[in-house]
T-cell receptor
Framework: KQEVTQIPAALSVPEGENLVLNCSFTDSAIYNLQWFRQDPGKGLTSLLL?????REQTSGRLNASLDKSSGRSTLYIAASQPGDSATYLC???????????FGAGTTVTVRA | SQTIHQWPATLVQPVGSPLSLECTVEGTSNPNLYWYRQAAGRGLQLLFYSVGIGQISSEVPQNLSASRPQDRQFILSSKKLLLSDSGFYLC??????????????FGSGTRLTVV
């Protein structure tokens, strides 16, 4: 069974600082990995999707890396802003699998 | 473009009452559909998934059921709600997983409070 762990559980940084969010998974036989953002009381917004054959994906200030062999992914958010405050979820989809296995999330607070 | 609609946004129901949450997807055909629940302070738990009309698979035993009467419609139901059914319910879709590189897209969620 795939286990997904996100560290830290919570993070508070001053505006302008770079954010580093970590995700680890136990089974390296993955199809893809997806990072989501969730605002309080809202649904999940997809940020980045990394296929198992890729090493990283970038979108604006966001960069996600994937090291499948070691079972790790890192989400970097450059020059954080108060609007980046949210919970960030990592989810892994297994090979020939239909479902996502989620981590518990990292709650980020960016202080103005 | 594809969109996913989920309603209602919030719901307060008494214990023992029935439940019906609806989810519809637009702009795609034959999607895989999913119902997830997010309990307070806990991660997302997959409840049901469907790969086609009338095809429902349950991930965990519970007081809930799901149906897919049309290709792009997914319904979550209960005959009698329990207090433990409270939570945030999310519908999601993905393309048929074989050979696709797409990820999941989630709806905006329904906050259910059973009182």
């Amino acid at each position: 069974k795939q286990e997904v762990t996100q560290i830290p559980a919570a993070l508070s940084v001053p505006e302008g600082e770079n954010l580093v969010l970590n995700c680890s998974f136990t089974d390296s036989a993955i199809y893809n990995l997806q990072w989501f953002r969730q605002d309080p009381g809202k649904g999940l917004t997809s940020l980045l999707l990394i296929q198992s054959s890729q090493r990283e994906q970038t979108s604006g200030r966001l960069n996600a890396s994937l090291d499948k062999s070691s079972g790790r992914s890192t989400l970097y958010i450059a020059a954080s802003q108060p609007g980046d405050s949210a919970t960030y979820l990592c989810a892994v989809r297994g090979v020939n699998d239909y479902k996502l296995s989620f981590g518990a999330g990292t709650t980020v607070t960016v202080r103005a | 473009s594809q969109t996913i609609h989920q309603w209602p946004a919030t719901l307060v129901q008494p214990v023992g009452s029935p439940l019906s949450l609806e989810c519809t997807v637009e702009g795609t055909s034959n999607p895989n559909l999913y119902w997830y629940r997010q309990a307070a302070g806990r991660g997302l738990q997959l409840l049901f998934y469907s790969v086609g009309i009338g095809q429902i698979s349950s991930e965990v035993p519970q007081n809930l059921s799901a149906s897919r009467p049309q290709d792009r419609q997914f319904i979550l139901s209960s005959k009698k709600l329990l207090l433990s059914d409270s939570g945030f319910y999310l519908c999601a879709w993905s393309n048929t997983f074989t050979g696709t590189t797409d990820g999941y897209t989630f709806g905006s969620g329904t906050r259910l409070t059973v009182v």
